[in-house]
T-cell receptor
């Protein structure tokens, strides 16, 4: 069965600290896709990244970086030098190629204090 | 131009009423979805349509009925609303698994 686990329910950091959000997934498929979404206090779901199961290269986008490791079924997300605007709920999600639906983790609420 | 738009944004209604939420996408995507986000922020798929055909129907009460008049629209009708239906409902669309675009959500409050 497909499953996504975000073990950290809440994280609180002080501005400029680095923070890593963990994501562990389960799937029997060899072809699948992993996603991260941000949900700020305003409520919309903002797409951050999509990764397919054949591409294990790490990705960096500004202060954001993602570490995909198939060996541990993890897709972790790091924010470097966090800012107050990063405060949001972050969701990791999995989609299997043949099913198409997104399975979400429970979300991690990140609070960045000034 | 909003890619996935859903209306209304807020909906407050009494128990027992029937209500609808509308969703439209202008991305040309083939697949549309309804997701429910509960009070603990957990997001769960309810339905999925591909080119007007129902392809995913999770364990959802029969009071919820999706309707897709064309591939750009997916509406959600809810009969006999209950307190437990209070949640945020998100519409989304995708083209295969290249990316999922979500609407801004409809906050439904049943009183």
């Amino acid at each position: 069965a497909q499953k996504v686990t975000q073990a950290q329910t809440e994280i609180s950091v002080v501005e400029k600290e680095d923070v890593t959000l963990d994501c562990v997934y389960e799937t029997r498929d060899t072809t699948y896709y992993l996603f991260w979404y941000k949900q700020p206090p305003s409520g919309e779901l903002v797409f951050l990244i999509r990764r397919n199961s054949f591409d294990e290269q790490n990705e960096i986008s500004g202060r954001y970086s993602w570490n995909f490791q198939k060996s541990t079924s993890s897709f972790n997300f790091t924010i470097t030098a966090s800012q107050v605007v990063d405060s949001a709920v972050y969701f990791c999600a999995l989609s299997e190629a043949r099913r198409g639906k997104l399975i979400f983790g429970q979300g991690t609420e990140l609070s960045v204090k000034p | 131009d909003t890619a996935v738009s859903q209306t209304p944004k807020y909906l407050v209604t009494q128990m027992g009423n029937d209500k609808s939420i509308k969703c439209e996408q202008n991305l040309g995507h083939d697949t549309m979805y309804w997701y429910k986000q509960d009070s603990k922020k957990f997001l769960k798929i309810m339905f999925s349509y591909n080119n007007k055909e129902l392809i995913i129907n999770e364990t959802v009460p029969n009071r919820f009925s999706p309707k897709s008049p064309d591939k750009a629209h997916l509406n959600l009708h809810i009969n006999s609303l209950e307190l437990g239906d209070s949640a945020v409902y998100f519409c989304a669309s995708s083209q295969e698994t290249y990316g999922y675009t979500f609407g801004s959500g409809t906050r439904l409050t049943v009183v």
